[in-house]
């Protein structure tokens, strides 16, 4: 694994069962804050090959590419600051495992979601409008610290039926996978 690149830890491994447990045969997916890579493979695996991989960090884009490289024919990497540099693209099936830790208490920039851990996120929910179709599915990874329910309401607000999926605890926080779909 390239350094200075989140390496797949619990967060990444539960959101990646979900993405495998999907069937993705002919949807256009997108793997926001692709980091090593492993939600690109896991969305491969389950049938996608139009995925876009979306980094705000290079390094992780070439991680990714790296840790992909027999399917990169499927794979897009894309140098990106959430939508800003695809913003005329529309996904059937995204997943997100945000910067989600709030500031202060993680030394590791690729977890710091700055103030609540709900900077990233916050971000990523008002720009997803524009990025979704009738029947597109979103995974993302959020923490008890980032106040779920009201990310739920957000989602629900915006057309989406919601679902939490999988979660785990630890002794800080818990962690969840929300499935949300939209409907129009
Ligand atoms: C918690 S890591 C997840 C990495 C990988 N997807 C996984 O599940 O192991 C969060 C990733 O989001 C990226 N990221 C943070 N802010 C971003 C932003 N504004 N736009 C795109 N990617 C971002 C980080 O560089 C990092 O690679």
Request: contains cysteine.
């Amino acid at each position: 694994m390239v350094d200075e690149v989140y390496s797949p830890e619990e967060d990444s491994y539960l959101i990646e069962k979900c993405i495998l447990e999907e069937n993705l045969t002919n949807k256009k997916c997108l793997d926001m804050g692709t980091g090593s890579g492993i939600q690109s493979k896991a969305m491969y695996k389950a049938g996608a090959r139009n995925i876009f991989a979306i980094d705000i960090n290079y390094k992780a884009l070439f991680a990714s590419q790296k840790n992909n490289h027999e399917i990169t024919q499927s794979i897009r990497f894309v140098e990106s600051d959430l939508f800003s540099k695809i913003s005329n693209e529309k996904f059937d099936f995204i997943a997100f495992n945000p910067p989600y830790v709030p500031s202060g208490k993680i030394k590791w920039k690729d977890l710091d979601g700055g103030k609540k851990g709900r900077e990233t996120i916050d971000k990523f929910l008002n720009q997803l409008p524009n990025h979704i179709v009738n029947g597109s599915i979103l995974l993302l990874l959020v923490s008890s610290l980032n106040n779920p329910d009201e990310i739920i309401d957000i989602l629900e607000n915006q057309g989406f039926i919601t679902k939490i999926i999988n979660s785990k605890k630890f002794f800080f926080e818990e962690i969840f996978v929300i499935r949300a779909i939209y409907i129009k």
